[in-house]
């Protein structure tokens, strides 16, 4: 079992940065690859970013590349999202996932993370 809690979500202009960051209570954190998605009302879940379990390879999504960044710290159970230059588009409930092992095919698909964060609030306003 694997629970997560995610923070540092708030409201911030365009343009603006936020760090979120996300908790992990598994003994064996360095087990999980870890991502983050992000979801708006009435859309399914979109994949944001992820890192691999030793945290040597992260993976993003197109409209964030370049922009956000994903790292985790295996030593302090955490990983983080750094978000800069943020859009209105970027507008979302950003939630933290985890999933035993590696899987670089299905990285992006929500139905492959078995764990989840309750999710923070992103609002990026114009």
């Known amino acids: 079992q694997v629970q997560l809690v995610e923070s540092g979500g708030r409201s911030v202009q365009a343009g603006g940065s936020l760090r979120l960051s996300c908790a992990a209570s598994a003994r064996t954190f360095n087990w999980y690859r870890m991502a983050w998605f992000r979801q708006t009302p009435g859309k399914e879940r979109e994949f944001v970013a992820s890192?691999?379990?030793?945290?040597?390879?992260?993976f993003y999504a197109d409209s964030v590349k370049g922009r956000f960044t994903i790292s985790r710290d295996n030593g302090k159970n955490t990983v983080t999202l750094q978000m800069n230059n943020l859009k209105p588009e970027d507008t979302a409930v950003y939630y933290c996932?985890?999933?035993?092992?590696?899987?670089?095919?299905?990285?992006?698909?929500?139905?492959?993370?078995?764990?989840w964060g309750q999710g923070t609030q992103v609002t990026v306003s114009s």
């Open positions: 996932a985890a999933a035993l092992g590696d899987d670089l095919y299905n990285r992006n698909l929500p139905r492959k993370y078995a764990y």
């Open positions: 890192v691999t379990t030793s945290g040597g390879s992260t």
